[in-house]
Structure formats: C-alpha cells, structure tokens
C-alpha cells in the first residue's frame, strides 16, 4: 500500500496565503451580513473555493453551495419530524448520501451533502430561517474565496508546464545521442535492453508533459491574464506535438535497430552517417530549447538536410532502409515552423 501524508510538490506560498484572506474576509463578511451563529459555512466555502485554478475556483464554489443547499434541504426537513438528536443526524447524513448517489452527485457535491445535513442538526435548529441563512452564508463564502483568488495574482500553472517540456526536451535530445553512439559501438545484449527500455520510456514523459499543459490550460479559463498567457501555452503545445512525433519515430528506429541488430553495424558506413544525423538532431533540440526557435542567426541548426542514401547499402539494408525513413521523419517534425 502506497500512502503518504506529504504531497509531491508544495503549494505555493501564495496560495496558502489567498486561503487565510478569504477564510478570514468571509467570516467577517457573513457574520456582519448574516448575523446570528458563527459563520462557520461561510469559512469552509472561502477555504475551499480558493484552488489552484479560477476555473477550479469556479467549480468548487458552485459545488460546495449546491451541496449546502441540499444538505440543509434534507436536515431541516428531518429535523423538523424527528428533531436534531443521535438518529436525526445519523438519518439525515444517509438520506444526504442517497439523494447524492440517486443524482449522480460528485464525490465533492455528496460528501458536502453528507457534512452540511450534519452541521445543520449538530449545530443548530432545524428551523425554515436557519436552513435559509445558512444557505446565504455558504454563497458568500464561496463568492468572497473567488474574489480573493481573482484579486490577489490570479493563479497560472505555466511554470509546472514550462518546465516538463524542457525536461521532455531533453530527455529526447538524450535518446537519440544514446542510439547514435550505440550504431558505432558494439553491443551486449544487456545494452541492447537498455537502450530500448529508456527509449519506450519516453512516452512517459510525453505523458506527464500533456498533462501539465492540460493543468495549464485549464488554468487559463476564466482568468483574467489568459490574452497574455495563452499564446505561450499555444507555442508549447505545438512544442510537445512535435516532441511526440520525434519519441515515436526514435522509438521505432531503437526497436529496429535492437531486432536486427549484428555485431558488423558499427563498422556500417551507412550507419555511421546515420548515427551523425542523430547527434544533430539532438544538438538541433536542445538548441530549440534553449532559444525558443527551431534556429537562429548565430548558431543554425545541424541537421540542415535529410541524409540521403543513392544506393541500396550492400550489407543491413533492411535496417539501414527502416532508420532512414524514420530519420527523414524526425528530420521534417523538426523543420516544420512552430506556427505549423
């Protein structure tokens, strides 16, 4: 069982600082307007609707109130027939689950559901204005936490995203320097499993990398920053396609080169010029994440050209053939502009 009590990246600083504004702000406010009991459903709405994401932030909030709402709907009317002892409260937080589960609720709207009927008959009076006020209270809470989180640096997930692609970037420049010095060299077959598992394990970092550009996409949704930022997000998702198309065809020319492979490659003419083109297309990537551009004026890219091969090589040509139109692949997702 794999279970820890600390998350793998941190919140930022100022998220946990947004949360306490709007807990706060929220108290004050709904204990002003509202009156009456402690606002304490407006102080978990704000907390809650304070996520990494204005999008987000707009979803919990509208999920935390509609499941107050129904809560309270539940426990108002159990509490006024049975009123709030140990079986009112047990019944109420069941029929909450059920009405939850009947509408195919969210986890987030039922569990809400579940928590709200509880709080209404632990802590007050099963009474039509209670339910009311509470209800009132609840929306603030969730309006004053998106105000705080619109207000207060409106949170974008582009670094995560930024940084996952320079990570994909370079791991793929990696792969192909490894196959490149695996067709000069001569290989066990523990090297040969090697090179083809790092290779396959590309595609998890294409994976991780969409996901963050997803998290940064979403991220742009209802943010008031997203017609500075979206352009950026557009360029990197353009980025990643491209990374994709070079894993997959590299991955294919490993998996060739791994079946067919003999003893006799490394001294392949053929091979050789094909291992140079892949040390140029690694140079080429790394060179595109460093500038931003497929090329500049002061250091234009490597692989200027496809390699091509006039005649059928005399020895290998099934593999030789095979690396060569995924070479020439790898060599068009390059040169295509980012615009493309």
């Known amino acids: 069982m794999n ?70 709907i539940v426990a108002s009317a159990i509490g006024l027939l049975l009123g709030s002892g140990f079986w009112a409260v047990a019944l109420a ?17 039922a569990n809400q559901m579940a928590i709200s009927a509880m709080l209404v008959l632990a802590l007050g009076t099963a009474t039509p204005g209670y339910a009311l006020d509470r209800i009132l209270e609840t929306a603030i809470g969730a309006v004053i936490g998106l105000i705080v989180n619109l207000a207060i640096v409106p949170p974008l997930a582009l670094g995560p995203a930024r940084e996952r692609v320079a990570v994909l970037t370079g791991d793929t420049a990696a792969a192909l320097d490894r196959l490149g010095d695996a067709l000069l060299t001569p290989q066990d077959a523990a090297s040969l499993d ?36 979206s352009d950026e997000v557009t360029a990197l998702e353009t980025d ?22 003999d003893d006799t490659i490394a001294v392949d003419r053929q091979a050789a010029a094909i291992a140079e083109q892949l040390h140029r297309a690694a140079h080429d990537l790394r060179l595109a994440a460093a500038t931003g551009e497929v090329a500049v ?30 070479l020439r692949r790898i060599h068009d997702s390059l040169a295509a502009r980012p615009d493309a």
């Open 3 to 72: 279970w820890s009590l600390r998350a793998a990246r941190r919140s930022s600083l100022l998220q946990v600082v947004k949360s306490a504004v709007a807990t706060g702000a929220a108290w004050l406010i709904a204990g002003w307007l509202v009156g009456g009991p402690p606002p304490v459903f407006a102080a978990i709405a704000a907390l809650l609707t304070v996520q990494p994401s204005i999008s987000q932030s707009f979803g919990r909030g509208v999920e935390r109130t509609v499941g107050v709402i129904a809560g309270v």
């Open 93 to 109: 937080v069941s029929c909450a689950l059920l009405v939850a589960w009947a509408l195919r609720a969210t986890p987030g709207t």
């Open 194 to 229: 090697d090179l083809l598992t790092r290779a396959r394990e590309l595609r998890g970092s294409v994976t991780v990398a969409e996901t963050a550009l997803a998290d940064a996409r979403e991220s742009l949704a209802l943010n008031p920053r997203r017609r500075r930022r």
């Open 240 to 261: 990643v396609r491209r990374l994709f198309a070079i894993t997959t065809q590299l991955t294919g020319m490993t998996r060739a080169f791994v079946d067919d492979y």
């Open 297 to 326: 004026a002061d250091e234009p890219p490597a692989l200027t050209r496809p390699l091509e091969v006039v005649t059928a090589p005399p020895t290998h040509w099934m593999l030789i053939g095979s690396l060569l139109v995924d």
